[in-house]
C-alpha cells in the first residue's frame, strides 16, 4: 500500500516569491493534515480537514498561507509570498477519519523548504 | 491542551531495553496516550497507543501509571534503527479539548550506541 505521497521534497527559494506544496494522501483517508515542523522542533498543525471541509485551519497563517483540498483527495498548500522565516519542513499526514479514538495519522516524508 | 513532558536525550546500547518516560499529570479522562517517533530526514511514525490497560504491538510497549498521570515507552531490544526522536502525545477523543489533533512537543532523542 503507497503511503503519503508529497512533493516536492525540497525546494528553494527566494523570499516574496510564491511556493505551493502538494499531498497525495492513503486511499481511503478522509482526514488530511498540514504540518509544519521548524529545526529542532516537534511539528505543529497548520490545517485539518475532513473531506473537503477544513475543519480546523486556526494555526494557519491566513495572510499568507492558503490551502485547498479539492473533491476530499489532494491537497495543496501554498505560500503567497514567501519570507525567510518560512523556512522549514511541511509535513502532510492523512487518516481515516477524526470520528474514532483510536484515530493514527500516516506521516508524507514533508518537504523541506528553504527560503533565501 | 493537555501538556506532557519528556525529558531531552536519552542513552542506549544496542540489543539492551529502553525505557523512554513521559509525564502527562493534566491528562483529562478521555485522552489517549499516543506514542509517535521521527527517524532523521522522514515525517513521524505512529508507535503505539493505549488508555489505561499496558499494550503490547510489534513494536514496543506502553506501560502506563494507574493514575494515568505518566508511562513508558518499552523497546525490549534497542536497535541502531531505533535512533529516533520519540514522542508522546496525548490524542483526544471527540469533545475532548485535544480531540482530532496531535500537539508535539519536543520529544526524546534516544541514541543507540553499537
Known amino acids: 500500500e503507497a503511503g503519503v505521497v508529497q512533493s516536492p521534497r525540497y525546494k528553494i527559494i527566494e523570499k516574496k516569491q510564491p511556493v505551493a506544496f502538494w499531498c497525495n494522501p492513503i486511499s481511503g483517508h478522509n482526514t488530511l493534515y498540514w504540518y509544519l515542523q521548524n529545526l529542532g522542533q516537534g511539528p505543529e498543525l497548520l490545517i485539518r480537514?475532513?473531506?473537503?471541509?477544513?475543519?480546523?485551519d486556526s494555526q494557519l497563517p491566513k495572510d499568507r498561507f492558503s490551502a485547498e483540498r479539492l473533491k476530499g483527495v489532494d491537497s495543496t498548500l501554498k505560500i503567497q509570498p514567501a519570507e525567510l522565516g518560512d523556512s522549514a519542513v511541511y509535513l502532510c499526514?492523512?487518516?481515516?477519519?477524526?470520528?474514532?479514538?483510536?484515530?493514527?495519522?500516516?506521516f508524507g516524508p514533508g518537504t523541506r523548504l528553504l527560503v533565501l | 491542551d493537555a501538556k506532557t513532558t519528556q525529558p531531552n536525550s536519552m542513552e542506549s546500547n544496542e540489543e539492551e531495553p529502553v525505557h523512554l518516560p513521559c509525564n502527562h499529570s493534566t491528562i483529562s479522562g478521555t485522552d489517549y496516550i499516543h506514542w509517535y517517533r521521527q527517524l532523521p530526514s522522514q515525517g513521524p511514525e505512529y508507535v503505539i497507543h493505549?488508555?489505561?490497560s499496558n499494550v503490547n504491538n510489534r513494536m514496543a510497549s506502553l506501560a502506563i501509571a494507574e493514575d494515568r498521570k505518566s508511562s513508558t515507552l518499552i523497546l525490549h531490544r534497542a536497535t541502531l534503527r531505533d535512533a529516533a526522536v520519540y514522542y508522546c502525545i496525548l490524542f483526544g477523543h471527540a469533545g475532548g479539548t485535544s480531540y482530532g489533533k496531535l500537539t508535539f512537543g519536543q520529544g526524546t532523542i534516544l541514541t543507540v550506541h553499537p
Open positions: 493505549g488508555l489505561t
Open positions: 499526514a492523512s487518516s481515516l477519519g477524526a470520528s474514532t479514538y483510536q484515530e493514527t495519522q500516516y
Open positions: 480537514y475532513e473531506n473537503e471541509e477544513a475543519v480546523d
